[in-house]
């Protein structure tokens, strides 16, 4: 587990050290509705990794959902058949009814 927390700390290191190198650096950030002048460069990067990973949060948790769904109805299906093989004294090994 040593490798993953080095991991981290060498991705904190590299962000600490991309703001410190564009701590004076400036742009124009153009919202759409809205235009910010002299916005710092280092978080706009950082606004921009967070809404990706929001998004890649939302995107895996839709796709997540529905496999879950899927297996839980296949788990049922699975739990009905044993149920007219076996009879109503039969309870599938996973648990589930």
Do not use: C
């Amino acid at each position: 587990m040593r490798g993953g927390w080095l991991a981290v700390a060498a991705l904190a290191l590299l962000a600490a050290g991309f703001a410190y190198l564009n701590r004076g650096e400036r742009t124009v950030l153009h919202l759409g509705f809205t235009t910010l002048f002299q916005a710092p460069v280092a978080l706009v990067v950082l606004g921009a990794f967070l809404l990706g990973m929001v998004a890649m949060f939302l995107l895996g948790l839709r796709h997540d959902l529905k496999v879950r769904r899927a297996l839980r109805e296949r788990t049922v299906a699975a739990d009905r058949d044993d149920t007219e093989v076996f009879g109503s004294g039969y309870h599938h090994p996973s648990g589930i009814r």
